[in-house]
Every structure is written in structure tokens, then in C-alpha cells.
């Protein structure tokens, strides 16, 4: 289960070689997973992004900044799994440096992953199907995340999404040079459908409700640095968060 005790978020998007994101899949679902949690991570969710059949999106979780470090470094650095699966990992990758380096927006935003990971030999594909949205901000995050609540939240659970999740940019120092971390500062929400037809029966209304566009979208506009960055997701049959 991943609650708040895990509120150090990473979402990374990687760029992988044409045709090769199965083949990073099924070598990171196999066999590096339960070897980045025994050193003190946890996965929370890896991803097809169905707009963009070159890349791979994932999530991992950390208690906190010290961990995160001493955890990356027992991975990386010190670890048997990265040194033997690295070279086949690397062969998929054109570009894994679109990291997010992320904390709750509040006491009671961060992700709340119950159950049971699939076993390491599962292949069903689950239905489910999540959005994610990138906000670039020009304003201060807490006054952001005041007028998400307050003006985009009731929007989004109106047309069927209901924020699952929301995360604002952690300024905290980066723990593990060797992988960078964007310095953007953001904010980002999740929502969690069922499946497909939801999703994209959710968009639908969205862009059908004139006060979006006449009212939050316009306000929304005046406090980001550019446009915001929307992935449809698909998670894997080994992802948390399904």
C-alpha cells in the first residue's frame, strides 16, 4: 500500500528506440521491480502512454529525501540488478531525463495504492486508464493549488474526473546527482477511469462545458508559464495503480 508515508513522488517519461518499449517492459516489470523496492522504493505505476508508442511512464515513491538518496544509491550503485540488466535496459533508451521530482499538494492528495501487485508473470492488461496533466506555473504553487480546489477541482469531478491525485513540484535539493531532476515548477493531478470509453467520455464533456472555456480555462491561463502537458496512460500488468 503506498499512502502518505510515501509523499516523494518521481515521474519519469522516458524516450525509448522505435519498437522497443515491450521489450523495456517486460525486462523492467520482470525484473526490476521488486529488486528497487527491496532497497527501499516502491513502484507505483508504470505506463504505456497511448498517444506515444515510444514512450514509457513510471512513477516511484520514496518516505523521504535521505531514503530516496541512500535507496538510489543501493540500486545504482551498490546493487547486483541495475549492473546486470542496465545494458539491456540502456538498448531501449534514447532519453530518460524528463524527470519530476514531486510532493503532495496537501495532507490528503497523494496517492493511496491498495491490493496486490500481479505476480511477476502476469500478462492481462487491465482496463483502467489514467490521465495525467502537467500545469507549468507562473505563480506561486500554494496560491495554485488554492485555485485548483477551488475553480478547476469541481469542473473536472462535474465531467466525470475527480482528481485521484495532485502533486506540486519538491524544491528539496536533488539526493542522487547521477539522475537529474527538471527544475520546473508544476503542479500535476491524476484521475483514474475505468476504462478507455470513461476517459474519453470525460474529455468530451470537458470540452462541452462552455464554463471551461469561458470562465477556468481563461483564469487557468493567467497563472501558467505555457500550455499544459496532457498523457493518456495505460497502465502495465504489473502496475499498482490501475
Known amino acids: 500500500m503506498t499512502e502518505n508515508i510515501w509523499p516523494v513522488v518521481e515521474l519519469r517519461q522516458y524516450t525509448l528506440r522505435p519498437g522497443a518499449r515491450d521489450v523495456l517492459i517486460e525486462l523492467f516489470d520482470r525484473e526490476l521491480v521488486e529488486t528497487q523496492e527491496a532497497v527501499g ?3 507505483v505505476a508504470q505506463f504505456r502512454d497511448e498517444d506515444d508508442p515510444d514512450r514509457f511512464v513510471w512513477m516511484r515513491a520514496f518516505p523521504d529525501m535521505a531514503t530516496r538518496g541512500a535507496a538510489l544509491t543501493a540500486f545504482y550503485v551498490e546493487g547486483t540488478a541495475w549492473r ?11 532519453d530518460t531525463t524528463d524527470a519530476l521530482l514531486l510532493q ?22 487491465p482496463e483502467s486508464r489514467v490521465l495525467a496533466t502537467i500545469y507549468y506555473l507562473d505563480t506561486p ?3 495554485f493549488a488554492e485555485f485548483f480546489d477551488a475553480s478547476v477541482r469541481p469542473v473536472l469531478a462535474a465531467t466525470g474526473a475527480p482528481p485521484t491525485a495532485c502533486y506540486l513540484t519538491d ?6 546527482a547521477p539522475l ?5 515548477n508544476v503542479f500535476v493531478w491524476f484521475a483514474l477511469f475505468d476504462n478507455a470509453e470513461r476517459r474519453t467520455a470525460h474529455l468530451d464533456q470537458l470540452a462541452a462545458t462552455e464554463a471551461w472555456h469561458t470562465e477556468v480555462q481563461p483564469e487557468l491561463a493567467k ?13 502495465t500488468a504489473r502496475s499498482m495503480l490501475r
Open 41 to 43: 522504493m516502491r513502484i
Open 141 to 143: 504553487k500554494e496560491e
Open 104 to 125: 503532495p499538494a496537501s495532507a490528503t492528495s497523494g496517492f493511496v495504492v491498495s491490493g496486490t501487485r500481479p505476480g511477476v508473470h502476469a500478462t492481462d492488461l
Open 180 to 184: 537529474p531532476i527538471r527544475d520546473e
Open 223 to 235: 497563472r501558467l508559464s505555457g500550455p499544459p502537458e496532457q498523457l493518456r496512460l495505460a497502465p
Open 84 to 94: 546486470t540488466h542496465a545494458p539491456a535496459a540502456r538498448a531501449t533508451m534514447v
Open 171 to 176: 524544491p528539496t535539493p536533488n539526493t542522487f
